[in-house]
């Protein structure tokens, strides 16, 4: 069964590469340059730029049903010049959860996830050796509407990011550690480490192709989640603003017991450069 879903992920990377807008979309008015300059920035996580990704995420195969769960993710980031040197870049993820019984007889569930907030404290130069570098805290915010859509706790730690950029090649890592220290005693303890390496390459067209994973270690249950993702963007404009455009698929290599098996995601991204 699971071979066959595989099988089924692939196609879709092939479907989702084969329909990728081409290099006849419009760019920016300032010319190819700057459009592609501008889609590199959306490959960094503490680049200099005001955008609100709208991240839609559907998951199949869940649970003994084979469920399929769909996730919109609201993610403004917002990037604040403190001074000459420094930017402090906010990055927020809140989250609509939705999902379907996951066992026979069982019910479904839909709400408001918990939110992610992560600051970064940026140079706004790359170092000598043409790294960018981000690091500060990342806080979880008990938002979530629903008991299955969220843990219940408050939690924080350390988040970091380290990239460079390089003939239109972007590569690098984001991270972050959360530990819960406030919430009901009836719900469980967060303690999960979440790792992204990422890489991509942008065209002169601005087009972009992205290769990366999200995965997660619950040190609680001593468990990983791990998507592969495969995406392709490309920078539009739309009465005369620029937005970006995504779609990808992902195979989980590994999940907890019932966890979901392949899926896709297709991303709007609103610009708003200065």
Known sequence: M?????????????????????????????????????????SNPVASLISLPLQNNWDYGLGTTNATRY???????????LNEKWNLIARTIVPYVSFGALSPGGSGAGGLGDTVQSFFLSPK???????????????????????????????????????????????????????????????????????????????KKATTLGLNTESTYDWTSDRWTVPLNLSVSQLLKVGGKPVSVSLGGRYYATTPTGGPDWGLRFVVTLLFPK
Request: charged residues 10%.
């Open 2 to 42: 699971r071979s066959e879903r595989t099988a089924c992920a692939l196609l879709a990377f092939g479907v989702l590469l084969g329909s990728a807008p081409r290099g006849n979309a419009q760019a920016p008015a300032a010319g190819a340059d700057e459009a592609a300059e501008l889609a590199k920035k959306l």
């Open 71 to 81: 996730t919109l993710n609201f993610q403004p980031v917002i990037p604040i010049t």
């Open 125 to 203: 130069e790359p170092t000598s050796g043409g790294w960018i570098l981000g690091a500060g805290p990342v806080l979880l915010y008990p938002t979530a509407t629903s008991r299955s859509t969220g843990s219940g706790k408050w939690a924080g730690g350390p988040t970091v990011v380290l990239l460079k950029q390089d003939s239109g090649w972007t590569y690098g890592l984001l991270a972050n550690h959360l530990w819960s220290f406030a919430g009901p005693e009836s719900r469980g303890s967060v303690n999960a480490t979440f790792l992204q390496p990422f890489l991509t390459y942008t065209t």
